[in-house]
């Protein structure tokens, strides 16, 4: 079977560990990213998957955009072979582990761009071991998409050792786009050439970050031969069928008056990457939607209130209300939503173990390119722990929310959609 089930503290993998560095971070919250990463398939797909994908030969990942840091949610045997790392040490981080002093940034770009524009694309890469040995790959990414709504749900990352070969004429190849990307679970036919470099928006695989300006120039191109190309497609193929094959039809819940599925997981999963790098608490709500269902809510809304994600997406924000909750509040809230204004409240709301608590609550639209509302965020600040946040104020920290919400949506909503999606074989 494979190594999903939860670890015990002592083994958690770093980025969990580090986040464990006050006494308010609790022993609960880290099991809860735990879970976060095996839902990213157990909620999506049947149990057998996890151990069908295990027995496959192929070295590949999977990665969740709608996790904050887009990690990586499964690693193949193979992978963990060809690399030296164990599950623990990969689940839970970004692919950019991977990189080293020799990558090229041109790759890393037209990686970051393949995943902003959410399509497929096949290049050599220079990546690095747990023991510091570089080897090249050829890195074949496609979209896993979900057939009822097109949103993307992960991303499949397929590796290839390759041989080290120069490219004749160039001092470095140009990207190979793959012939097919995948939608909804299948190959689909993919057009156009592999990806440019990105907007910048984009800073991790989400981008394979080069925050730290490694790899401006690679040690050496490489150049994939057909055969390594065909090997990679027939790869995430096989992949793509066994997600396919072990999929659950869950495409609606069925908890109150909740919005289905399609509906309320539609977003970009460049906006989901973005959104995911906000730290504090906050939700995103769409009012064009019945009953203005929650589309997006952070790790920190969801430490705060104790809810899953799958728990919190689809419901209106007032099922935080409770039987103390001032019904003059929520006329206020819905007043300000009617008129398209910001406003602050402070309001009682309620965690999911029964336990109040006094939120101070910012709520103000997002507008995207166009000056049109797209959606509302909510900012929340639990007012018993307002003041562990030294130097900015209450009011500032929620109007720092708001804004790097804005820019996300209005970032997004400026790019032209990407072309790359095409119709089934």
Not at 285 to 294: A, C, G, R, S, V
Not at 297 to 319: I, K, M, P
Not at 384 to 389: C, D, M, V
Request: aromatic letters at 6%; glycine letters at 8%.
């Amino acid at each position: 079977m494979v190594a999903l089930e939860l670890l015990p503290i002592s083994s958690l993998h770093p980025p969990l560990l580090r986040r464990i560095k006050n006494p308010t971070a609790t022993f609960a919250a880290a099991m809860a990213d735990e879970i976060r990463l095996t839902e990213s398939l157990t909620l999506r797909y049947t149990d057998a998957v996890l151990e069908a994908l295990d027995d496959l030969p192929e070295s590949f990942l999977l990665t969740d955009p709608s996790i904050s840091g887009h990690p990586v949610v499964f690693a193949s045997r193979a992978f963990l072979s060809l690399y030296g790392y164990s599950r623990a040490d990969v689940l839970g981080r970004n692919p950019r582990m991977l990189q080293g002093p020799a990558t090229d940034r041109r790759s890393v770009m037209e990686i970051r761009e393949a995943v902003r524009s959410e399509r497929a694309l096949q290049v050599p890469l220079l990546n690095y071991r747990k023991d510091g040995t570089p080897h090249w790959i050829l890195f074949h990414l496609c979209p896993v998409v979900r057939e009822s709504d097109g949103c993307v749900v992960h991303f499949l990352a397929v590796q290839v050792p390759i041989r080290k070969r120069k490219k004749a004429g160039s001092s470095r190849p140009a990207p190979m786009s793959m012939l097919g990307s995948c939608r909804d679970e299948v190959i689909r036919q993919h057009g156009g050439g592999g990806g440019g470099g990105g907007d910048g928006s984009m800073a991790e695989f989400d981008s394979f970050d080069d925050a730290d300006s490694r790899g401006l120039e690679a040690e050496e191109s490489c150049v994939a031969t057909e055969g390594e190309k065909q090997k990679a497609t027939n790869a995430a193929k096989t992949i793509l069928s066994i997600l396919t094959y072990y999929r659950k039809h869950t495409d609606r819940y069925i908890h109150g008056k909740r919005s289905s599925s399609a509906s309320i997981m539609s977003l970009n999963s460049s906006l989901n990457i973005s959104l995911g790098r906000i730290k504090q608490s906050f939700v995103l709500t769409d009012p064009h939607l019945p009953d203005m269902p929650i589309v997006y809510a952070s790790d920190a809304f969801l430490n705060l209130t104790g809810y899953s994600r799958n728990e919190v997406l689809g419901q209106n924000c007032r099922f935080l209300s409770g039987p103390a909750t001032d019904g003059e509040v929520l006329l206020q809230i819905k007043d300000s939503i009617q008129g398209e204004q910001p406003c602050t409240v402070c309001i009682l709301n309620y965690r999911k173990d029964g336990r109040s608590f006094w939120n101070r609550l910012h709520i103000s639209p997002v507008r995207n390119a166009t000056g049109k509302v797209a959606y509302y965020v909510g900012v929340q600040i639990d007012e018993s722990r307002k003041g562990e946040h030294h130097g900015l104020s209450p009011e500032m920290r929620q109007l720092s929310v708001v804004g790097a919400v804005k820019v996300a949506v209005r970032s997004l909503s400026a790019v032209a959609p990407s072309t790359s999606r095409s119709q089934p074989l």
